[in-house]
């Protein structure tokens, strides 16, 4: 009867907790996973040989009334795109800030810098894909997409967590994979 009675009471406390960190509207996820596996974020940089509305689509980030662009998973022949990547990291993380503001700070999973260290397509005749650096951040690299001929190609990514310096940070490299067709 006392055990039950403590695990009752560890549940509550659970319980209670959750509430109120969603009462205060505290606990939220900032980060969209664009991989198979929701591990890596990708950003449209770049786009060359098409317009930027054949290789992305726009998306409402409610909180911030505003649009971001997303790659879409269909690409038009001939089209190069620049892009680079983001991890997810969970923690303490501020929004929404100004010269006069702070911003909001929220707990919850949230997108830092990371350098593409490794990218290979499963099928290069139809998706190229290499890495390349940026000049003024060295530590900081990107993957240049180029669709040369229909087909569907499975982009395997090696991802590595960059702090708010742009230094590698400590642990382990993120992998996950994106399925692309070439149209």
Known sequence: MRERLQRLQSVCVVVVTALALF???????????????????????????????????????ARERAYERILLT???VGAEITVSASV??????????SWIFAGDRFLGRHAVWAAVIEASSGSPDSLAVHIEPIPDRPAHNR??????RPGEARISLTAQPLDGAGRPTEGGHV???VSITVQ
């Open 23 to 61: 009462g205060c509207g505290r606990l939220q996820d900032d980060f969209r996973g664009d991989t198979d596996g929701g591990r890596i974020q990708l950003e449209v940089e770049r786009v060359e040989n098409a317009s930027l509305d054949e290789v992305t689509q726009p998306r409402l980030r």
């Open 74 to 76: 269909h690409l038009p």
């Open 88 to 97: 997810a990291r969970y923690g303490l993380y501020r929004r929404g800030g």
């Open 143 to 148: 993957m240049v997409l180029r669709a040369i």
């Open 175 to 177: 992998v996950d994979t």
